[in-house]
């Protein structure tokens, strides 16, 4: 920070305070120019967790066989699946909340390290223990719970 500035604002406040200048006129000779400069930062910031670039295809996930990527997260980069997290085990079961597609089972785990379901559709969660086994009387079996 510029000291040389800091007296020059300072001086300006101490004239507004004691009705010399108008105030508005001085909030609008700081804002205008930092809003510019604010602006600019924003466009030409990147997040670092939004930036991706493709792996080179000698390194494909060994469980699957997909692509890999460079990801950034807090500590730095590393390689991913580009197929994580993708559900991948398709159930008998429908989604409750869209209806549209079967559930699947999702390879990452509960905090108790229980697998659970989800809809690759609206990416809806569901645990098993609420689901019920479907019937052969019709219906999915999706709407009651499991005694």
């Known amino acids: 920070m510029e000291v040389g500035y800091t007296r020059w604002r300072e001086s300006q406040l101490d004239e507004v305070g004691d009705g010399k200048a108008d105030w ?9 120019p930092f809003s510019k400069s604010l602006d600019s930062a924003h466009e030409a910031m990147k997040h670092a967790k939004a930036e991706r670039q493709m792996a080179p295809d000698e390194y494909r996930c060994p469980d699957c066989n997909k692509p890999t990527e460079y990801r950034f997260g807090r500590n730095g980069k590393f390689l991913s699946c580009t197929g994580f997290n993708v ?28 697998p659970f379901l989800v809809c690759p559709g609206c990416l809806h969660k569901q645990s098993w223990r609420k689901l019920s086994p479907p019937t052969e009387r019709g219906g999915d079996g999706d709407r009651g719970q499991h005694r």
């Open 24 to 32: 508005v006129d001085f909030l609008k000779e700081f804002y205008d």
């Open 87 to 114: 559900p991948t085990i398709p159930t008998e079961y429908t989604c409750p909340e869209c209806g549209d597609h079967p559930l699947a089972v999702n390879r990452r785990k509960t905090p108790k390290g229980r």
